[in-house]
């Protein structure tokens, strides 16, 4: 079974672009969330969506946004890039029905603001 | 502000000792995650521990929770080279919402020589 799935693997962009960042949850999986994890710190909680509809927003600035689509899958999106979005932005899924279920983690998408 | 605090944040282990990392965290969650990174890779979860007292134990790696304490303890039992990786504890943003909003502290980087 394919696991979660992150679209680009690796980015470079310059400040002040945009980035769209893409994830496929685990087939059956209806809660997707996205963390940033910067280089030699836990990740970050930035967005969590169960059916389409936002759950939960992390401590980020309106220059992030994200959706999720009918099919699950999920986009993040950051505007106006600064140095400090540099970092690995993985994306989680789960069924998102009961309270004894773990996250399970895509490998990420390693993003890099020049 | 929830907090999530580990230590150590580095551990170099030799090969067949028993070692221990510790999580206090400062919400009143009875739920607590914990999950290993090797370098350049995701997260793959560990346990799930979902109660006071609970204990979860899997190969060389058991994990208990103390609520009242706020405390959790991962123990390492003959520790071995395959076990060097970046272990992360983590817990529910919101008491009580599994929904994949997890706050995770800063790692325990587990570094086994022989």
């Known amino acids: 079974d394919a696991g979660v799935t992150q679209s680009p693997t690796h980015l470079i962009k310059t400040r002040g672009q945009h980035v769209t960042l893409r994830c496929s949850p685990i087939?059956?999986?209806?809660?997707v969330s996205w963390y940033q994890q910067v280089l030699g710190q836990g990740p970050q909680f930035i967005f969590q969506y169960y059916e389409k509809e936002e759950r939960g927003r992390g401590n980020f600035p309106d220059r992030f946004s994200a959706r999720q689509f009918p099919n699950y899958s999920s986009e993040l999106n950051v505007n106006a890039l600064l140095l400090g979005d540099s970092a690995l932005y993985l994306c989680?899924?789960?069924?998102?029905?009961?309270?004894?279920?773990?996250?399970?983690f895509g490998s990420g998408t390693q993003l890099s603001v020049l | 502000e929830l907090k999530v605090e580990q230590n150590p944040l580095f551990l170099s282990m030799q090969e067949g000792k028993n070692y221990t990392i510790y999580c206090n965290y400062s919400?009143?969650?009875?739920?607590l995650y914990w999950y290993r990174q090797d370098p350049g890779k995701s997260l793959e979860s560990l346990f799930v521990l979902l109660s006071n007292g609970a204990v979860k134990q899997e190969g060389r790696l058991m994990a208990s929770l103390d609520t009242k304490a706020r405390l959790s303890t991962l123990h390492i039992t003959a520790a071995v080279h395959d076990l060097s990786a970046t272990y992360f504890c983590?817990?529910?943003?919101?008491?009580?919402?599994?929904?994949?909003?997890?706050?995770f502290g800063a790692g325990t980087q587990v570094v086994v020589t022989p």
């Open positions: 919400t009143t969650s009875d739920r």
């Open positions: 989680a899924s789960s069924l998102g029905r009961n309270t004894n279920e773990k996250l399970f």
């Open positions: 983590a817990v529910d943003i919101v008491p009580g919402d599994s929904w994949g909003k997890l706050q």
């Open positions: 087939s059956g999986h209806k809660s």
